[in-house]
């Protein structure tokens, strides 16, 4: 085949009349095939162009990686592959990502950028703290080795996450950066000794030959430090050079390159003075402050890995003569039995069926105190049998279990970035511009005054003044403060919950479930017509058998069984049962089916629901709800905050109105609709309030949506909590309370960590310019700078005392 040149891309031959053609840095390119020119094309719309003039080596186009990694990345496309490490959702799928080689915070601006950019990409969210990047896209735009293979363009490799190659990895990770850092420092040492011989302070005696050996010594020491232990540095620069981004690894790279490309001309020349210690100097630091920073991030995360890997390898599966036989967990199906022995591990999400015992639901709940669980109760994969044997039947495994959710909510909490994340980010971009800048203004200075001191001064200057702490900053804090509440039983399933708590103006409250225990009992019946006490709570519990809410278990059970249900949110249910065509809940609700007024009848304390069919009401069902214990700790710990408090209900007028007059409430009202209740808060955003909703079930889906910040209690359903930017699985209002610490403290220590990173490098920028600080000292400035403020963020995973108000 006749080829007319080598493709712009991947420099491979272009077959004569190619079609793809494309205008790229002012001059028509060709490209040898659709995958280069789209690829190429993608880059150019990006704005990232000038990717073609930095590039060392021509770029891979999807043929021109390697047989195997094309082989592996193909596999990951096929969906009994994917049935494990892809949740679907229509067209779009959701997988989560291990990402190897990420050095710092810029390091996950460029994969999500890049990866947006990518047409059919949704989302694309790295969490810095284990480099794992939550990534949803539409799978008949793009697939998911496609997107592996864009990952890899930009200089980094990904696959799947599991947790046993996700740890291996962790641990090959550390090891490798503890052995740069042994090695560096180890070498330095040497460099040391052997530069300082050469120094005519120690007034040694040294022959030319001698001297000139050990300026080759120490440059054959020197080496390994830059090639080997700061090779991640070089890599990093290369990358973000290639897509015009700028970091702390360019200013690093530069530093030590040219100290060392200085110290090779020093070397070989026999002129100036031999500076091999002072780059093994910041380069040991340089790798200390990095990994003990890399250390403490991994710390933040050690809640979320301590949920991943809490289930067992293995279980105890009843078998159909009734004996237990031992089974991996992925052999597990729903609906199949398991005997809990005391001391195990609940394997999966399930209903009890035998036995009763108390359970341990610490590390999911927050709730320290075990709970009892007997037949019919449901218990959930990751938590503790305590005291007896158990039989359950399995109702979820695998992602479908509540572990999984918390775990994704909880990774994708910290991998948001929020508002102040963001700015930090944008401001170190500008101020390392500003010292690139400068330095090239320092260098011209100190050459015209003291050329020889010109090259040490200007490395000062770049390594002191690298911008990672003001990157660090705030997402080091909100990771540590994200772990910190789950511990405490609160879930954040949004990252910028703790940034906005403190622009909260008023708290909007649902009662039940929420300010009370959400636990009915079924206090009196009085019959309206011809059927009995007994009959009207059959029909009532035939139409709640159909309902999550707390009403259905105060009715308890019926024989009847009810058809054509219909669930109207905020004012009840309607259905058949038999030749009765029925309706339970609000008395105008349930007349209108009839219509007939609203039987009078003298309302005192409790919930008052009406059961009525088609000819008239049958009966009212008084309930009774009680506060929760911790109800008014919580009011009075708004109240502190001047926080404005609202009680929104759709349960009758007078008991809602009792409750809001014993806690003291702004305003209280009752026979609420969802639609009332989204109005209502709306209405409230318009005056310019800022409002957070606490609330409980599918009544409060549209407010908990609509709301600035919304909590849903760890008993709502779960339509309810998907809606909600966090969740109180403790059920303890105290949480809450606690949670209103954290936040304060949390945006008390970004303001610290962000004006100690300003400052820090404000001051030291003019003493490095004007020649007071070596290029040692400022790489242990630059690094404990960095190390501060991670340290500092790792103050929030000590939990706050118990709080009395």
Same mark, same amino acid.
């Given at each position: 085949?006749?080829? #007319?040149?080598?493709?712009?891309h991947?420099?491979l031959?272009?077959?004569?009349g190619?079609?793809?053609q494309?205008e790229?840095?002012g001059?028509?390119?060709s490209?040898c095939? +659709?995958g280069?020119?789209?690829?190429?094309?993608s880059?150019?719309?990006?704005g990232?162009?000038?990717?073609?003039? !930095?590039?060392s080596?021509?770029?891979?186009?999807?043929?021109?990686?390697?047989?195997?990694?094309?082989?592996?990345?193909?596999?990951?496309?096929?969906a009994?592959?994917?049935?494990?490490?892809? @949740?679907?959702?229509?067209?779009?799928?959701?997988?989560?990502?291990?990402?190897?080689?990420?050095?710092?915070?810029a390091?996950?601006?460029?994969?999500?950028?890049?990866l947006?950019?990518?047409?059919?990409?949704?989302?694309a969210?790295?969490?810095?703290?284990?480099?794992?990047l939550?990534l949803?896209w539409?799978?008949?735009?793009?697939k998911?080795?496609?997107?592996?293979?864009?990952?890899r363009?930009?200089?980094?490799?990904?696959?799947?996450?599991?947790?046993?190659?996700?740890?291996?990895?962790l641990?090959?990770?550390?090891?490798r950066?503890?052995?740069?850092?042994?090695?560096?420092? /180890?070498?330095w040492?040497q460099?040391?000794?052997?530069s300082?011989?050469t120094?005519?302070?120690?007034?040694?005696?040294?022959?030319?030959?001698?001297h000139?050996?050990?300026?080759?010594?120490?440059?054959?020491?020197?080496?390994?430090i830059?090639?080997?232990?700061?090779?991640?540095?070089?890599?990093?620069?290369?990358?973000?050079? @290639?897509?015009?981004?700028?970091?702390?690894?360019?200013?690093?790279?530069?530093?030590?390159?040219?100290?060392?490309?200085?110290?090779?001309w020093?070397?070989?020349?026999?002129?100036g003075? =031999?500076?091999f210690?002072?780059? *093994?100097?910041f380069?040991?630091?340089l790798?200390?402050g990095r990994?003990?920073?890399r250390?403490?991030?991994? @710390?933040?995360?050690?809640?979320?890995?301590?949920?991943?890997?809490?289930?067992?390898?293995s279980?105890?599966?009843v078998?159909?003569?009734?004996?237990?036989?031992r089974?991996?967990?992925?052999e597990?199906?729903?609906?199949?039995?398991?005997?809990?022995?005391?001391?195990?591990?609940v394997?999966?999400?399930?209903v009890?069926c035998?036995?009763?015992?108390?359970?341990?639901?610490?590390?999911?709940?927050?709730e320290?105190?075990?709970v009892?669980?007997?037949?019919?109760?449901?218990?959930h994969?990751? $938590?503790?049998?305590?005291?007896g044997?158990l039989?359950?039947?399995?109702?979820?495994?695998g992602?479908?279990?509540?572990?999984?959710?918390i775990?994704r909510?909880?990774e994708r909490?910290?991998?948001?970035?929020?508002r102040l994340?963001?700015?930090?980010?944008?401001?170190?971009?500008?101020? /390392?511009?500003s010292?690139?800048?400068?330095?090239?203004?320092?260098?011209?200075?100190?050459?015209?005054i003291e050329?020889e001191?010109?090259?040490?001064?200007?490395?000062?200057? /770049?390594?002191a #003044?690298?911008?990672?702490?003001?990157?660090?900053?705030?997402? $080091?804090?909100?990771?540590?403060a994200?772990g $910190? =509440?789950? *511990?405490? %039983?609160?879930?954040?399933?949004?990252?910028?919950?703790?940034?906005?708590?403190g622009?909260?103006?008023t708290?909007?409250?649902?009662?039940?479930?929420?300010?009370?225990e959400?636990?009915?009992?079924?206090?009196?019946?009085?019959?309206?017509?011809?059927?009995?006490?007994?009959a009207?709570?059959?029909?009532?519990a035939?139409?709640?058998? !159909?309902?999550?809410? +707390?009403?259905? @278990?105060?009715?308890?059970?019926?024989?009847?069984?009810?058809?054509d249900?219909?669930?109207? +949110?905020?004012?009840?249910?309607?259905? !058949?049962?038999?030749? !009765?065509?029925?309706?339970?809940?609000?008395?105008?609700?349930?007349?209108?089916?009839?219509k007939?007024?609203?039987?009078?009848?003298?309302?005192?304390?409790g919930?008052?629901? =009406?059961?009525?069919?088609?000819?008239?009401p049958l009966?009212?069902?008084v309930?009774?709800?009680q506060?929760?214990?911790?109800?008014?700790?919580?009011?009075a710990?708004?109240?502190?905050r001047?926080?404005?408090c609202?009680?929104?209900s759709?349960?009758?007028?007078?008991?809602?109105?009792?409750?809001?007059?014993?806690?003291q409430?702004?305003?209280?009202?009752?026979?609420?609709?969802?639609?009332?209740?989204l109005?209502?808060?709306q209405?409230?955003?318009?005056? %310019?309030?800022?409002? /957070?909703?606490?609330g409980? %079930?599918?009544?409060?889906?549209?407010?908990?949506?609509a709301?600035?910040?919304?909590?849903?209690?760890?008993?709502?359903?779960?339509?309810?909590?998907?809606?909600?930017?966090?969740?109180?699985?403790s059920?303890?209002?105290?949480?809450v309370?606690a949670?209103?610490?954290?936040?304060?403290r949390t945006?008390?220590v970004?303001?610290?960590?962000?004006?100690?990173?300003?400052?820090?490098?404000?001051?030291?920028?003019p003493?490095a310019?004007?020649?007071?600080?070596?290029?040692?000292?400022?790489?242990?400035?630059m690094s404990?700078?960095s190390?501060?403020?991670?340290?500092?963020?790792?103050?929030?995973?000590?939990?706050?005392?118990?709080?009395?108000?």
């Amino acid at each position: 085949m006749a080829h #007319t040149g080598l493709c712009f891309h991947c420099d491979l031959p272009v077959p004569a009349g190619s079609p793809w053609q494309l205008e790229v840095l002012g001059q028509s390119r060709s490209f040898c095939c +659709p995958g280069c020119h789209a690829v190429c094309q993608s880059i150019v719309a990006a704005g990232l162009d000038s990717y073609y003039q !930095h590039r060392s080596e021509p770029s891979a186009n999807p043929q021109d990686l390697p047989r195997i990694i094309q082989d592996e990345l193909a596999l990951l496309d096929r969906a009994d592959v994917q049935h494990e490490l892809v @949740r679907e959702d229509g067209t779009s799928r959701e997988c989560l990502l291990l990402v190897e080689g990420i050095t710092c915070a810029a390091c996950g601006w460029l994969i999500e950028r890049h990866l947006q950019q990518v047409a059919g990409v949704e989302q694309a969210t790295l969490n810095l703290s284990n480099h794992r990047l939550s990534l949803r896209w539409q799978d008949d735009q793009i697939k998911l080795s496609q997107l592996l293979s864009e990952i890899r363009r930009i200089g980094y490799a990904a696959q799947p996450y599991q947790p046993d190659q996700a740890a291996q990895q962790l641990h090959n990770e550390n090891r490798r950066a503890l052995r740069q850092l042994g090695l560096a420092g /180890l070498l330095w040492m040497q460099v040391m000794m052997a530069s300082m011989a050469t120094w005519p302070e120690f007034n040694i005696d040294l022959s030319a030959d001698m001297h000139l050996i050990l300026r080759w010594v120490s440059l054959f020491m020197t080496t390994p430090i830059v090639l080997y232990c700061c090779a991640d540095f070089f890599k990093g620069a290369l990358r973000d050079l @290639r897509t015009r981004r700028l970091t702390m690894d360019v200013s690093v790279s530069l530093a030590i390159g040219v100290a060392y490309l200085a110290g090779i001309w020093t070397c070989i020349s026999g002129q100036g003075e =031999l500076y091999f210690d002072a780059v *093994g100097m910041f380069a040991f630091f340089l790798l200390a402050g990095r990994y003990l920073e890399r250390r403490a991030r991994e @710390r933040t995360a050690s809640k979320t890995a301590e949920l991943v890997n809490l289930l067992p390898a293995s279980c105890l599966r009843v078998n159909a003569d009734g004996l237990s036989e031992r089974v991996l967990l992925r052999e597990l199906q729903v609906n199949d039995q398991l005997e809990v022995l005391p001391g195990a591990i609940v394997p999966a999400d399930g209903v009890v069926c035998q036995g009763s015992s108390s359970v341990d639901e610490s590390l999911l709940t927050g709730e320290y105190l075990p709970v009892l669980r007997q037949c019919g109760d449901t218990v959930h994969a990751g $938590t503790l049998n305590i005291e007896g044997p158990l039989h359950i039947r399995v109702s979820a495994l695998g992602e479908a279990s509540r572990l999984s959710t918390i775990v994704r909510l909880l990774e994708r909490a910290q991998s948001e970035k929020p508002r102040l994340a963001e700015l930090a980010d944008r401001v170190a971009q500008y101020f /390392l511009i500003s010292v690139l800048l400068l330095s090239a203004v320092v260098a011209y200075v100190w050459w015209q005054i003291e050329p020889e001191r010109a090259l040490w001064i200007v490395i000062a200057v /770049l390594v002191a #003044t690298c911008p990672c702490a003001l990157s660090l900053a705030t997402p $080091t804090a909100l990771t540590t403060a994200t772990g $910190t =509440l789950h *511990g405490l %039983g609160l879930l954040l399933t949004r990252g910028h919950v703790l940034e906005s708590l403190g622009q909260i103006t008023t708290v909007v409250l649902d009662k039940t479930g929420t300010l009370t225990e959400g636990r009915l009992s079924l206090r009196q019946i009085i019959p309206l017509a011809d059927l009995d006490a007994e009959a009207c709570r059959a029909l009532a519990a035939a139409l709640e058998a !159909h309902s999550e809410h +707390p009403i259905a @278990r105060a009715l308890g059970h019926s024989n009847l069984q009810a058809s054509d249900m219909e669930n109207h +949110p905020g004012l009840g249910l309607a259905g !058949h049962v038999g030749s !009765h065509t029925l309706r339970i809940g609000q008395p105008h609700f349930v007349c209108a089916l009839s219509k007939q007024a609203v039987p009078h009848i003298s309302q005192d304390s409790g919930q008052w629901l =009406l059961l009525g069919n088609q000819h008239g009401p049958l009966a009212w069902f008084v309930l009774d709800d009680q506060l929760r214990a911790d109800a008014q700790d919580l009011i009075a710990a708004l109240r502190q905050r001047h926080w404005r408090c609202e009680l929104l209900s759709g349960d009758s007028g007078p008991m809602v109105a009792k409750l809001g007059s014993h806690l003291q409430l702004d305003v209280a009202l009752g026979g609420q609709t969802p639609a009332d209740k989204l109005a209502h808060v709306q209405a409230l955003q318009q005056q %310019g309030q800022r409002v /957070l909703m606490l609330g409980d %079930g599918v009544n409060d889906v549209p407010v908990l949506a609509a709301a600035d910040i919304s909590i849903a209690m760890g008993s709502a359903t779960d339509l309810a909590k998907t809606s909600a930017d966090a969740v109180l699985l403790s059920n303890r209002l105290s949480s809450v309370i606690a949670s209103l610490h954290i936040a304060e403290r949390t945006r008390q220590v970004i303001r610290q960590n962000l004006a100690w990173a300003c400052l820090y490098n404000l001051l030291v920028l003019p003493l490095a310019a004007t020649g007071w600080i070596t290029p040692g000292w400022a790489a242990l400035g630059m690094s404990v700078s960095s190390l501060l403020v991670v340290l500092n963020a790792l103050r929030l995973s000590r939990a706050p005392a118990e709080t009395s108000v």
